[in-house]
T-cell receptor, first 113, second 114 residues
Framework: DGGITQSPKYLFRKEGQNVTLSCEQN?????MYWYRQDPGQGLRLIYY???????QKGDIAEGYSVSREKKESFPLTVTSAQKNPTAFYLC????????????FGDGTRLSIL | AQSVTQPDIHITVSEGASLELRCNYS??????LFWYVQSPGQGLQLLLK??????LVQGIKGFEAEFKRSQSSFNLRKPSVHWSDAAEYFC????????????FGAGTRLAVHP
């Protein structure tokens, strides 16, 4: 079955460490997105990529970095510069063209030890 | 700044009762509108979407939503709620003219009493 796989489901990080969240899709979608979800705040866009080797900052990109070397993969690195990284992170993708809904993975919950 | 407001943080209904979840958005040219549902610890599943045409749209799981341009609203409804509908519901709006940059509301958590 086609879908979006986020791993791991739960991730723990020590303060001062970088950590990378994985997002893989086999839907052959062009665009991919990373969102952060905090209680009572809905989803906020971190980064998005509409094509391989290209990505743009979203609303809350500070302290995060991404790469898009392959169409199916869009990893997110939470750097030590992100002062409050504890959150639920969601990856999404969609096929090319306008008016298409985004498809979401099941998320990764990141906690600071 | 463009924004999406879901005025109700929590709603509790009895099983079999009707449901309406509210969503309002700040003014913008031709928004594209979505409702998603999220079960605890899971990703988001699309319930329905509105781009143009008939302002009453039907979605999955018996949900429908009505777009009212004059009120900048896109409320989600279901005539009879089932216990399995308990989840968090998010309204999302694409103000970018179809370029898929979504702004999400803060969500409404629905509890269903037996």
């Amino acid at each position: 079955d086609g879908g979006i796989t986020q791993s791991p489901k739960y991730l723990f990080r020590k303060e001062g460490q970088n950590v990378t969240l994985s997002c893989e899709q086999n839907l052959n979608h062009d665009a991919m997105y990373w969102y952060r979800q905090d209680p009572g705040q809905g989803l906020r866009l971190i980064y998005y990529s509409q094509i391989v080797n290209d990505f743009q900052k979203g609303d809350i990109a500070e302290g995060y970095s991404v790469s898009r070397e392959k169409k199916e993969s869009f990893p997110l690195t939470v750097t030590s510069a992100q002062k409050n990284p504890t959150a639920f992170y969601l990856c999404a993708s969609l096929s090319g063209g306008a008016f298409q809904p985004q498809h979401f993975g099941d998320g990764t919950r990141l906690s600071i030890l | 700044a463009q924004s999406v407001t879901q005025p109700d943080i929590h709603i509790t209904v009895s099983e079999g009762a009707s449901l309406e979840l509210r969503c309002n958005y700040s003014y913008g040219a031709t928004p594209y509108l979505f409702w998603y549902v999220q079960s605890p610890g899971q990703g988001l599943q699309l319930l329905l979407k509105y781009f143009s045409g008939d302002t009453l749209v039907q979605g999955i799981k018996g949900f429908e939503a009505e777009f009212k341009r004059s009120q900048s609203s896109f409320n989600l409804r279901k005539p009879s709620v089932h216990w399995s509908d308990a989840a968090e519901y998010f309204c999302a709006v694409d103000f970018s003219g179809g370029y898929n940059k979504l702004i999400f509301g803060a969500g409404t958590r629905l509890a269903v009493h037996p």
